[in-house]
């Protein structure tokens, strides 16, 4: 065998491990909801009481996921993921045994502050693991790893649930991130962990997150997830109540919509690797994504011609995301890769966190068709930002 092939072996394990450690990832962010009811009719806990668990598992993610990027930074972090999902699915797998909020709100703040590594440390992994020649196709595994973990979800934990109960569903997800977390240090040498040569430059320290091309990058993470928390938690009713149609068909719509997605970060893998603009392809599949959403909004097309406007909105967001980590990862300087990544990938959170209240407003007001406007508005918002972003940083 050549060398060329067992590196690329080699790339293919390291890819494989990592994504399978991000599919756990989102699996357990999504794994409570879904048991809310079982839960509630359990332990007699209301719903806010279990809303409040989840806020708090997000909380502690974003709390510690840029202190841990500078961890990850400093030791490495090959240790620091498997430490992360260890603790994470030990937390899920202890919320199975709880029997009271506090018990539940305890095992939900530690699997959030384990969960808070798989970002820093994936994007510092995958540097370091793939040749940059391939890289955004790995970039496209790992995120298409984390889409199939919100998709089985809430199937696994329901499925396990109905055969036996809530606590054994959330034990078992427990136990499935713990064997990974027991097989990772066996496959230690697919998996390298940062570059000596950037080692030597040193980690990063805190000023770095001041720096226009970061500040701006977490803008673009903000405003990007603020315009899909219109689509993923309003559409279905802005749908119904813009063209009249049932919620199945809504619901579908935005099923669809997630599998184009998909099939968009697959193809935007190859996109972003033989892209010599990686901001070009940011800024021509936000504005065709916007233009997409605004035909939407307007309620002036065939609702066929709405649904295929919908799908392609879909497929142009999903091309946009092995590009948008291959930019940021050229722009980060040596040895920062984890510092910088758990602090962009934060203004997930935020954006999240914070546009839903601007949608349910919207909607208050007898808007629905403000969903997608403001969706598309975001959209555009983050064109202006890839173009301020893409200065490269300073080395420190």
Known sequence: MT?????????????????????LSHFYQLALPPLFLAIHDDLGLSFVALGSTVAAYNIATAVLQTPIGFLVDRIGARGVLITGLAVNAAAIAAVGFAGSFWA???????????NAVFHPADFALLSSSVDDRRLGRAFSVHSLAGSLGFAAAPVFVLFLASLWDWRTALVAAGVAGLALAAVLPAFSSAMRDDRPRER?????????????????????????????????????VAFTAIYGVTSELAGGLLTAFYL??????A????????????????????????????????????FWLVAAAFGLAGVFRGIVNPSRDVLLKRLTPAGSIGAVFGFVTTGFSVGLGT?????????????????FWIAAGFTVLTIGIVFVARRPVPAG
């Open 3 to 23: 060398a060329t092939a067992t590196a690329l072996r080699r790339e293919v394990r390291a890819v494989g491990l990592i994504s399978a450690a991000h599919f």
């Open 260 to 265: 184009l997605t998909g099939l968009g970060v």
């Open 267 to 302: 193809a935007g893998g190859i996109v972003a690797d033989r892209s010599l603009r990686p901001d070009a392809v940011l800024g021509i599949c936000y504005a065709a994504a916007a233009a997409a959403l605004i035909a939407v909004a307007t309620g002036a097309l065939a």
């Open 355 to 371: 546009a839903p209240v601007l949608y349910g407003w919207m909607m208050d007001l007898g808007r629905p068709d403000a969903v």
């Open 104 to 114: 539940i709100m305890a095992a939900m703040i530690v699997a959030g502050a384990g």
């Open 200 to 236: 030597k430059r040193g980690a990063a320290d805190w000023t770095l997150l001041f720096d226009r091309t970061i500040l701006s990058f977490f803008g673009f993470y903000v405003l990007s997830a603020a315009a899909g928390a219109g689509i993923s938690g309003f559409s279905v």
